[in-house]
């Protein structure tokens, strides 16, 4: 378990330098966990490492943090993407939260033939990401993206970063054996709708050069647990599992 | 998706000879799911493959189902054991259902140092397994076992089946270099509570020869994460997503 508190915050972290903190993380510091002048905090910022600081100045509704030590350094592997077709409500926060403590560094919601939930609430998603980011001790935040079409994503995915389609109707790559020798974070991970993806939709697939279509073994997983499955196996095998 | 409805029962399967569901099992094929004499059911008891089945009579309490032609073998290789510290209500439930995908043959509470809830009930968690492997198409369902002490789980444990501790102490050997060139179905799992496994229930691992402590990455992963992803990577590297 985390030891303490650990914020992540926008500003720039260097010693000596104090950073200011959102309203909202002024009145968690103060009111929730009734800190005062001179309690330290951890912080991290997605690009400075993270820092041991101390509160400088604490009233209802600001605080200023001032950054002592750097623990440690900037120095995580970037991790792979997922693009994840959103599943109920809770499902959708569950996978936020999961690939964000496996390490992925951009969340992309994708709207499919079979996607039965409307539009999702990026600021909602990002929040979850930021919460999962500060309990499990990662050094950065995800990029979570807003909710595009399966065709916008197609179209602007970049050439030279492999997308692996997790395919429930078989035929697919034993995954494992996909990312043997590979780097995670050079990847994407595709998952589908409780549905799965519709014909033409993997008839897509199979003419794209960027695209493998992968598989999970012979049980059928529900949606989320694919999502997680297919980071874990990317950590494990071709990531900072190693 | 699974097509149609698809029920665990107790009784033998064999062509024509019918067999009997339980009072639940009756309702929700009558009154919930509106099934009638001649409709279609899928069946498994863990022993004798997958069957199509039709209603062969039906009442408010009671039905008789004709087994008529096998679909698939009983050909599944045995899965891992996860022995977890049961979390929070919600965590217990979700390590359930998600194991039961992941292919676990047998699950075991643990009341480790650190353990925060009570007893868990067995009844309701093997019913939670059931569901689970009506659902993911698998053709068995994982052993429930009684919640007991990590004093008798260790003392009881087999010598021949090499045990996994998820230990975020770190020091522990990378999980799928761990597994590599293993069997999935002779390993056993043990993941911790939510505070983690306690000083002196590290020393005790230390000393068994069947223990071998693996660590999961970088991330300080939550208890749940953690059993996951052990049997994520199992799966992926040692069984039967091969």
């Given at each position: 378990m985390a030891a303490g508190i650990r914020l992540y915050i926008e500003g720039d972290l260097t010693a000596g330098a104090p950073v200011a903190v959102s309203a909202d993380q002024a009145h968690y510091l103060g009111?929730?966990?009734r800190l005062g002048v001179g309690d330290a905090v951890t912080l991290f910022n997605g690009r400075d490492g993270e820092w041991r600081a101390a509160v400088a100045r604490i009233d209802k509704r600001a605080a200023d943090l001032m950054p002592e030590t750097?623990?440690?350094?900037?120095?995580e592997a970037p991790g792979p993407w997922l693009a994840f077709a959103p599943v109920k409500k809770t499902g959708t926060d569950f996978i936020v939260q999961k690939a964000t403590e496996l390490g992925v560094s951009r969340l992309i919601p994708v709207a499919t033939a079979?996607?039965?939930?409307?539009?999702?609430k990026t600021d909602r998603l990002a929040a979850t990401a930021v919460e999962a980011a500060e309990q499990c001790e990662r050094l950065s935040v995800p990029e979570v993206s807003d909710m595009q079409t399966l065709d916008a994503l197609m179209g602007a995915w970049p050439d030279d970063r492999r997308l692996f389609i997790l395919d429930e109707t078989g035929g697919g790559v034993p995954l494992a054996q996909a990312l043997a020798?590979?780097?995670?974070?050079a990847t994407g991970f595709l998952t589908g709708p409780?549905?799965?993806?519709s014909a033409r939709e993997l008839d897509r697939f199979a003419k794209l050069s960027f695209v493998t279509r992968v598989t999970l073994g012979p049980r059928i997983l529900r949606a989320e647990t694919a999502a997680l499955a297919a980071l874990v196996v990317a950590q494990a095998v071709a990531g900072d599992w190693k």
């Amino acid at each position: 378990m985390a030891a303490g508190i650990r914020l992540y915050i926008e500003g720039d972290l260097t010693a000596g330098a104090p950073v200011a903190v959102s309203a909202d993380q002024a009145h968690y510091l103060g009111r929730v966990m009734r800190l005062g002048v001179g309690d330290a905090v951890t912080l991290f910022n997605g690009r400075d490492g993270e820092w041991r600081a101390a509160v400088a100045r604490i009233d209802k509704r600001a605080a200023d943090l001032m950054p002592e030590t750097q623990m440690r350094p900037q120095a995580e592997a970037p991790g792979p993407w997922l693009a994840f077709a959103p599943v109920k409500k809770t499902g959708t926060d569950f996978i936020v939260q999961k690939a964000t403590e496996l390490g992925v560094s951009r969340l992309i919601p994708v709207a499919t033939a079979n996607t039965q939930t409307g539009r999702t609430k990026t600021d909602r998603l990002a929040a979850t990401a930021v919460e999962a980011a500060e309990q499990c001790e990662r050094l950065s935040v995800p990029e979570v993206s807003d909710m595009q079409t399966l065709d916008a994503l197609m179209g602007a995915w970049p050439d030279d970063r492999r997308l692996f389609i997790l395919d429930e109707t078989g035929g697919g790559v034993p995954l494992a054996q996909a990312l043997a020798g590979g780097i995670a974070g050079a990847t994407g991970f595709l998952t589908g709708p409780e549905g799965g993806f519709s014909a033409r939709e993997l008839d897509r697939f199979a003419k794209l050069s960027f695209v493998t279509r992968v598989t999970l073994g012979p049980r059928i997983l529900r949606a989320e647990t694919a999502a997680l499955a297919a980071l874990v196996v990317a950590q494990a095998v071709a990531g900072d599992w190693k």
